[in-house]
């Protein structure tokens, strides 16, 4: 039996890498044509089931919608492959969480190099100061610096 996909990747968000998906076939609720959110990859949405990303909602990482799942609204939905070089560090709001190539700050989920470009834009999202954005992006620059001479 041969599987039809049900949507393609269009246009590439020029700050997360993420791709915007676009529906190829009626199914469920989403009608050919329809522009649905955000996903790293399509390991990320199944491309049977009804399973759907809307609107400004983001999955990336391992995490895999499928089924009949619905994730919408401003949700973002990662599942990082745990290794065995996670540690943490407290900084101001929220605890850093280093796990291989992904920091977690908060609910915040990026690769080192997505942090690295975009904290800024993150740390005005969330609502930090001026002085709290710049404190992070000097643990995320020095992480980034240990992991480097670590052989990370």
Known sequence: MVMLKKYELT??????????IKALRDFGNVAKGDIGGWIEGEKNLSHEGDAWVYGKAEVFGDARVYGDAEVSGDARVSRAKHTSNVWTMTLGKHTITVDGDY???????????????????????????????ERYGDAITMINKWLKADGS
């Open 11 to 20: 246009e590439q968000h020029p700050d997360t890498g993420l791709w915007r």
């Open 103 to 133: 920091l977690n700050i908060g609910c915040e989920s990026h690769t080192i190099k997505q942090w690295l470009k975009n904290f800024r834009k993150i740390g005005e999202m969330e609502g930090y100061s001026p002085e709290e954005i």
